[in-house]
């Protein structure tokens, strides 16, 4: 997700994109095809505020039983690319001058690894690998300690 800032101009204004990350970030965050984004600008002198609006599909195993799904993501976030000359903080984007292109990639990729959840399932009532059925039944074999349990 790249734009040059000689081609925002000043105020308001906005575009929609299929972002692309790199093969090996796309891979890294199973990604199953571009990304949609909405990007909006807001310039004033050199200062551009982006403000980007995405949704991907990431490919994922499910933390219950195991099977490959996709998995619909989506998010926002906001960047401040400053001109090289101006003092910025370490969360700033900066460009040294206006021909220079601005690569949003890394911030997206950073944001699509951040909304995945940590156990993602496949449906919300997945029973897992095996079901609740399978999980009643009792191996005969151990029915003598069930009767050491009851008292019978």
Do not use: H
Not at 51 to 68: F, G, H, K, P
Not at 96 to 119: A, C, F, H, Q, W
């Amino acid at each position: 997700m790249v734009f040059y800032p000689r081609e925002v101009p000043q105020g308001t204004s906005s575009r929609s994109e299929k972002a692309t990350l790199d093969a090996e970030l796309a891979r890294d965050c199973g990604l199953a095809g571009p990304v949609d984004c909405e990007l909006s600008f807001d310039r004033s002198g050199g200062r551009i505020r982006v403000s980007v609006e995405w949704d991907c599909t990431v490919a994922q195993d499910c933390a219950r039983c195991a099977e490959s799904f996709d998995l619909e993501l989506s998010g926002s976030f906001e960047a401040l690319v400053v001109p090289e000359s101006e003092t910025v903080d370490e969360e700033n984007l900066v460009y040294r001058d206006e021909t220079e292109k601005v690569d949003l990639g890394n911030v997206l990729y950073e944001e699509i690894l951040t909304s995945v959840p940590l156990m993602p399932l496949c449906r919300q009532d997945c029973k897992g690998v095996l079901g609740v059925e399978q999980l009643v039944k009792i191996d005969p074999r151990w029915s003598a300690l069930g009767k050491l349990k009851s008292g019978n």
